[in-house]
């Protein structure tokens, strides 16, 4: 089991910046940070494989939003630039110990509590 807990939402306005903090209890394989806003779906943001930092984005935050991870500290990282309305959502760290869609909700086994992000235009 593997527990993850978020922290570093908050209320910006458009423009401004956030980086977003996502501690895991134990080694992830691989992780990522996904969104929800009211009324819709759990959205994939970005991911990254702990071992060789390859990393993947959704194509709304590319050039915005970049993943990292601090593998000593177990601590996944997400600095998000550049922000816009359409950003504000529920940010919710996961991760999963194997191979799969990287943006698909379901493939991953843990997740953590979710942080807001409001962004004001």
């Known amino acids: 089991q593997v527990q993850l807990l978020e922290s570093g939402g908050g209320s910006v306005q458009a423009g401004g910046s956030l980086r977003l903090s996502c501690a895991a209890s134990?080694?992830?394989?691989?992780w990522g940070w996904f969104r929800q806003a009211p009324g819709k779906e759990r959205e994939g943001v970005a991911a990254?494989?702990?071992?060789?930092?390859?990393?993947y984005y959704a194509d709304s935050v590319k050039g915005r939003f970049t993943i990292s991870r601090d593998n000593a500290k177990r601590t996944l990282y997400l600095q998000m630039n550049g922000l816009k309305p359409e950003d504000t959502a529920v940010y919710y760290c996961?991760?999963?110990?194997?191979?799969?869609?990287?943006?698909?909700?379901?493939?991953?086994?843990?997740w953590g509590q979710g942080t807001q992000v409001t962004v004001s235009s």
């Open positions: 134990a080694y992830t394989y691989f």
């Open positions: 996961a991760a999963r110990p194997s191979d799969g869609a990287w943006s698909v909700a379901s493939t991953y086994q843990y």
């Open positions: 990254i494989y702990t071992n060789s930092g390859r990393a």
